[in-house]
T-cell receptor, first 111, second 113 residues
Framework: KQEVTQIPAALSVPEGENLVLNCSFTDSAIYNLQWFRQDPGKGLTSLLLIQSSQREQTSGRLNASLDKSSGRSTLYIAASQPGDSATYLC??????????FGTGTRLQVFP | DAGVIQSPRHEVTEMGQEVTLRCKPI?????LFWYRQTMMRGLELLIY????????DSGMPEDRFSAKMPNASFSTLKIQPSEPRDSAVYFC???????????FGQGTRLTVV
């Protein structure tokens, strides 16, 4: 059974810092991995999608890497801003087409 | 496209009543997922469909929960009878196959009193 874990569970940093959020999964047989952002009381917004054959994807200040063999992904946020404050979730798409979510990292960036 | 559309956005009902949540996936998408989100358990996958066919419903918590997808543009999640512990936010998501992004609706916040 695929299990997805994210650490840390919560993170509070001053504006301008570079951040690394971690995601690990137990079964390496995946189609892809997707990072989402969720603001309080809102839905999920897709940030990045990494296919199983890829090593990383970049979008603006965000960079996500994938090491499928070790069951790990990281989301790197450069020069963090207060507007980045949200919960960040990773999700793996299994080879049976399930989309399984991690526990999330709650990020707060203060001015 | 308007994205994944869920209705209602908020639902308050009394214990024992039937509740029906609705989802319209993005046009052309052939995979549809129903999730439940709570503070204690995070995002739990309840059921997912591929080409309107339920593929895995192992996450449906009890027989009180049922889901249907009568056509490619509409799905329902029904709880009958509802209980206070069903209170949560229910999300619907859709994607075009397994290799592309999944997109989420805004969710239905269900409160059972």
């Amino acid at each position: 059974k695929q299990e997805v874990t994210q650490i840390p569970a919560a993170l509070s940093v001053p504006e301008g810092e570079n951040l690394v959020l971690n995601c690990s999964f137990t079964d390496s047989a995946i189609y892809n991995l997707q990072w989402f952002r969720q603001d309080p009381g809102k839905g999920l917004t897709s940030l990045l999608l990494i296919q199983s054959s890829q090593r990383e994807q970049t979008s603006g200040r965000l960079n996500a890497s994938l090491d499928k063999s070790s069951g790990r992904s990281t989301l790197y946020i450069a020069a963090s801003q207060p507007g980045d404050s949200a919960t960040y979730l990773c999700a793996v798409r299994t080879n049976t087409d399930k989309l399984i979510f991690g526990t999330g990292t709650r990020l707060q960036v203060f001015p | 496209d308007a994205g994944v559309i869920q209705s209602p956005r908020h639902e308050v009902t009394e214990m024992g009543q039937e509740v029906t949540l609705r989802c319209k996936p993005i046009s052309g998408h052939n995979s549809l997922f129903w999730y439940r989100q709570t503070m204690m358990r995070g995002l739990e996958l309840l059921i997912y469909f591929n080409n309107n066919v339920p593929i895995d419903d192992s996450g449906m918590p009890e027989d009180r929960f049922s889901a249907k997808m009568p056509n490619a543009s509409f799905s329902t999640l029904k709880i009958q009878p509802s209980e206070p512990r069903d209170s949560a936010v229910y999300f619907c998501a859709s994607s075009l196959g397994g290799s592309v992004e999944a997109f989420f609706g805004q969710g239905t916040r269900l409160t059972v009193v």
